[in-house]
């Protein structure tokens, strides 16, 4: 079929393309151009009409390149018919929610519709402008839901710079050639589910993920196809349940454990079911285990409320984490240390990425602006013994009503000093002062030190680090969101002895750090003592309310900030997505931390 034998409409706009023909750059095989005009003129407007999101002014520039480098063939047909390469991206089209998307983002309702045109234009060798367009139409839309897809899969959906998150996503956009990864690697390819997986987020963490949902999927159809009552409350003020005591609805507790693999399948015995077994508690602790709670293994009503919530709610978190990986420069989709602050948890990174350790922290305050930022740095210093300079806000809000109840007694008893801009200490000083703010406060460096013994700088405009803490009865805490901003570690010992031992970065010691010159560091008399690292470690402070662990299993935490409410609330809207940057200002209050 020749597009040139078509009507006056054909040769308007055979003779359109003909007035700004260009050379061909692609690299996958050459294919007609009896339709280039036609897709000439659909590609000059920002909106196909015949898309579920018809507006793609986003990509139009990425789209208009693509066919400037192919000549304005046709790309995903030939001979009339769907080539293998246009088949495997529809077949991804339609399983993109086991990726975390949403199939109708790529028109996966529509599809079906529209090859069964192609057939009937290839089968009655139609050559009207009518079928012209349909072809044209059929290559375009191709073009522009791939480009999504793959865009979508790099780089995520929403900017997170539009939800207040310090995270350059729109450079790894900007950086991202759609246009040519198309032309020279996937069309006509053979191979594009593997050239797909390789845009994707290469972290294992984010792949153990990604096979997480798909399970998650499977639970979630498998309960609405089969739904079943709530597991009923413990009546008020009753305490936990505990091993040998009674359960109202012990075989539907038991189906539920048994459900998302928290107890093995097999048909209990008849002593198990008689009272809150042992067995039975051991499936509730791995459950707890796995969803942030306190895991003694006894019922209360907080595992309760959590084995209620459907599984359409955990493949929705499985989905958001998937996005926020995807937001990741990628510079830091493997970074060195990774926070997690919905799970209260570190990560750290050998250089070959294996894991080093894990270890719990404390996170900013969600009430009162106290939230930690979302953002990637380099970590470059260590500091130990740290002088702490409380913020002004903190003077004011903090330490001038102890001093009221107290007196002026309550600074040097907590290791406070007085100083004055210049940094010379000030002996005599009144209440006014200090809530005026003529003078600045500091704690001396210690063991009472609000920082601990060492803190762990990655330079940011939030005034946010690591550190460690003298309060560490906090980590026996379920949750703990519980400073004023900064991250608390801990075993910052630990922490420390990792940093500067693989930086290899001691002017006083020929052979490195080891545990002892940490201790000493940390515990002798020298204060504030900067050690600058000699590579830069990448750090992610993240927000992930979903994960498949090390060991394979998945986990799921409260979305401590209301961030996933924000994110779903985003994507809601459809495309085009935000891609607006809003000015970064994070709830924290810059400055506020501790």
């Not at 986003?58 to 246009?86: C, K, S």
Request: hydrophobic fraction near 35%; glycine fraction near 6%; include cysteine.
């Amino acid at each position: 079929m020749s597009g040139c034998k078509g009507g006056v409409k054909g040769l308007m706009v055979r003779f359109h393309h003909l007035a700004r023909f260009h050379h061909r750059k692609a690299k996958s095989p050459p294919n007609t151009t009896d339709y280039a005009g036609n897709v000439e003129v659909l590609v000059s407007s920002p909106t196909l009409t015949l898309l579920r999101w018809p507006n793609y002014v986003d990509d139009q520039a990425a789209v208009q390149r693509f066919y400037d480098d192919r000549a304005d063939e046709l790309a995903w047909t030939r001979d009339g018919r769907p080539t293998n390469a246009a088949l495997a991206l529809l077949q991804m089209f339609r399983d993109a929610a086991k990726k975390g998307l949403n199939p109708e983002d790529y028109d996966e309702a529509r599809w079906a519709m529209r090859r069964q045109s192609l057939d009937t234009i290839a089968l009655t060798k139609d050559e009207s402008d009518e079928a012209q367009d349909a072809v044209a139409q059929f290559d375009v839309a191709m073009t522009i839901s791939a480009m999504r897809y793959l865009e979508d899969l790099h780089v995520g959906r929403v900017n997170p710079e539009s939800l207040d998150f310090d995270i350059d996503a729109p450079a790894k956009r900007a950086a991202f050639d759609a246009a040519t990864l198309l032309n020279d690697q996937i069309v006509d390819a053979d191979n594009v589910p593997s050239v797909v997986e390789g845009v994707e987020p290469q972290n294992p963490m984010y792949k153990a993920t990604e096979q997480a949902l798909a399970q998650y999927l499977v639970l979630a159809m498998e309960q609405e196809a089969a739904p079943s009552q709530p597991l009923p409350g413990l009546p008020s003020r009753t305490k936990p349940v505990d091993v040998g005591g009674s359960y109202a609805a012990l075989g539907q507790l038991l189906a539920r454990l048994q459900f998302e693999g928290d107890l093995p399948g097999e048909s209990p015995s008849s002593s198990v079911m008689q009272s809150y077994s042992a067995e039975i508690a051991a499936g509730v602790k791995q459950y707890q285990q796995r969803h942030g709670l306190q895991d003694d293994g006894r019922l209360g009503q907080a595992t309760i409320d959590s084995l209620n919530v459907p599984m359409s709610v955990r493949v929705q978190q499985l989905d958001d984490s998937l996005e926020r990986w995807r937001w990741l420069p990628d510079n830091y989709v493997q970074p060195r240390v990774l926070v997690n602050l919905p799970e209260f948890m570190l990560r750290a990174y050998e250089p070959d990425h294996t894991l080093a350790f894990k270890m719990e922290v404390i996170d900013g305050q969600a009430k009162d602006n106290h939230a930690t930022p979302i953002f990637v740095r380099l970590m470059r210093y260590v500091v130990f013994r740290p002088y702490w300079n409380l913020p002004p806000s903190i003077v004011k809000k903090d330490i001038v009503p102890h001093i009221r109840r107290s007196g002026l007694g309550y600074l040097p008893r907590n290791e406070y000093e007085v100083y004055e801009n210049g940094g010379a200490v000030v002996s005599s000083y009144t209440l006014d002062d200090l809530q005026h703010l003529r003078y600045s406060v500091r704690q001396r460096p210690g063991p009472k030190n609000a920082l601990g013994l060492v803190k762990f700088l990655f330079p940011n405009e939030y005034d946010i680090y690591m550190h460690s803490t003298p309060e560490l009865m906090l980590f026996n805490l379920e949750r703990r969101d519980k400073s004023h901003g900064c991250i608390r570690l801990q075993h910052a010992d630990q922490m420390a002895l990792w940093v500067l031992h693989g930086d290899q970065r001691d002017p006083d010691a020929e052979n490195g750090w080891d545990a002892d010159k940490v201790d000493v560091a940390m515990n002798g008399s020298l204060n504030n003592r900067t050690v600058n690292l000699r590579k830069p470690l990448p750090v992610v402070i993240g927000y992930f309310t979903a994960t498949a662990d090390e060991d394979g299993t998945t986990h799921f935490f409260d979305d401590l900030y209301g961030y996933d409410k924000d994110l779903e609330d985003a994507l809601a809207k459809g495309r085009p997505y935000e891609r607006t940057a809003m000015k970064i200002n994070p709830k924290l209050v810059p400055g506020e931390t501790e």
